[in-house]
């Protein structure tokens, strides 16, 4: 098994590879990270996709640098396919200082299973954060963007939020999962269990 997290220089956002044997998919490239590429490299990683668990910009910055160099597609959810698009809608001026449009991603939909080289990927769509925010879970471990992280849940004030629909996913989509670690999008790692009891946010 492989789980690799790095932290995205500046933002905080966590890109992930994680497969088995030489195979890995790359999870959230906030941007352009040395380290990755070097790693991958190193090790001999064959990266099969890149998926994204929503269309912000700094979970999508370096989607088309990896994309190009390794020769695989972009994968997001249909929701968030146009925020991916607009850069209006995925704030990259803001977060960037440029404009970010990425075209060409394959879209997923809820409780799509996504058969990536050997890597499986099961995709909860738990809109709330963003229309097309969705949960990974991959090989009993979820990776779980902006929508919960440990101790702490994403904004909903941003284009697509909706804060109803963000309690609701993690309620009805997340919380009735077993037990099993969760990856978020920024910060360290926590578990289903571990937020059920804890989670100040979701009541
Ligand atoms: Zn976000
Ligand atoms: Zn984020």
Redesign the pocket.
């Known amino acids: 098994m492989i789980l690799e997290r790095f932290i995205t220089p500046g933002m905080g956002?966590n890109l992930y590879l994680v497969g088995a044997g030489k195979q890995v998919i790359m999870i959230d490239p906030g941007t352009i990270i040395p380290k990755v590429d070097e790693l991958i490299e190193e090790r001999g990683y064959e990266l099969q996709a890149i998926v994204l668990?929503?269309?912000?910009a700094?979970?999508i910055g370096g989607a088309e640098y990896y994309r190009d160099k390794y020769h695989v597609d972009v994968y997001i959810h249909q929701a968030d396919d146009e925020m991916l698009q607009n850069p209006k809608h995925n704030l990259s001026k803001g977060v960037y200082g440029y404009d970010i449009s990425i075209e060409g991603a394959i879209v997923y939909q809820d409780k799509d299973r996504l058969d990536l080289g050997d890597i499986r990927v099961e995709i909860i769509h738990t809109p709330g954060?963003?229309k097309g925010?969705s949960c990974l879970l991959i090989n009993d471990q979820l990776f779980s963007?902006?929508t919960l992280f440990k101790m702490g849940v994403?904004?909903w004030d941003?284009y697509g939020g909706d804060g109803q629909a963000l309690m609701n996913s993690i309620k009805s989509k997340i919380f009735t999962l077993k037990d099993m670690p969760v990856y978020p999008?920024h910060g360290v790692a926590t578990s289903i269990a571990y937020e059920k009891e804890r989670n100040p946010f979701v009541g």
């Open positions: 956002v668990t929503h269309g912000h700094d979970h954060h963003t925010s963007g902006d994403g904004r941003l999008g």
